[in-house]
């Protein structure tokens, strides 16, 4: 298992590398500069050049990068006064991530209930309901979906606030539109998983065996059918944690979304590198940690990858 583990942190941090040097590169190819839309004068501009490190050969631009992001530093950002990237990502993260966190929670908890649930009662009316449900889930985008929880849960029944995030009653709205995705895809892949996992030997030789079938369900049939569902966690959830641009602004929510977009159509270089930088840091633990617990659920997976 250590030279299992060893391996996959290897690979992770191979990855972020990567990453770090193709997005690094592509933000220098973006047309146009931060400052083209600034009305400065060519020696302010030959001053902001040279503070920002522009005034350098390109390689030793990254080499520079690379050795503030060992520290950390995340740079300042362009185009927010005196706020450093680090700043700005502390301020936002908190609002994606409990947002994320709690729509992953509906997504999972409901998603593989409702597959389960499906699956074991194929062709009734209970599984023609879990696959509509499935069906609206992944056929209706975000923004739709977003509007359609407030106007119909917030404006006309007035149950439930439809912006901002000042509380509890707040964040259900938002929870359910950034999650009801994510809740589709899981009871759908749960639900054929499962299906393919009951035609299997093994299920009807426990079942042969008289075995119960709280047993042969929980045992044999939701452990070997939630694996897919395991491997597509890693970048769902970091996804989710860390913001969703459309989401956000529909509830008003002072997240990474927001910030992230802004800073691509503003050319801010160092924003748009650090937060992707941040996401991608984020994807890849994600994976490294499904990867783990993909390990330790089916020891066949560490045993084939050595």
Known sequence: MGRYIAKRIVISLATLFVLVTVVFALVRLMPGDPFSSEKITPQIRQNLERYYGFDK???????????????????????YANATVNDIIAKAFPYSADLGLRALAIAVSVGLTLGIVSALNRKKPIDAVCVVVAMIGTSIPDFIMGYVLQYFFGIRWGLLPIAQYKGFAYTV?????????????????????MLEVVQQDYIKTAMAKGASRFRIVWKHMIRNAILPIVTILGPITASVL???????????????????????????????LGMTVFFGAFLVSANFI??????????????SRR
Do not use: N
């Not at 709205?173 to 895809?185: E, K, Q, R, V």
């Not at 499904?290 to 045993?303: A, E, F, K, S």
């Open 290 to 303: 499904v990867d783990i617990l993909y390990g330790i659920i089916d020891p066949r997976i560490r045993v």
């Open 242 to 272: 860390t913001g969703t641009f459309v989401i956000e602004s529909i509830f008003a929510i002072p997240g990474m979304g927001k910030f992230y977009v802004t800073s691509v159509q503003s050319l801010d270089y160092t924003l748009v």
């Open 57 to 79: 050969p390109i390689l030793q631009q990254y080499v520079i990068y690379i050795g503030q992001l060992a520290k950390g530093d995340l740079g300042y950002s362009m185009k």
């Open 173 to 193: 709205l938002p929870s359910i539109g950034l999650g009801f995705y994510t809740l589709a895809l899981v009871s759908r892949l749960m639900r054929s998983s």
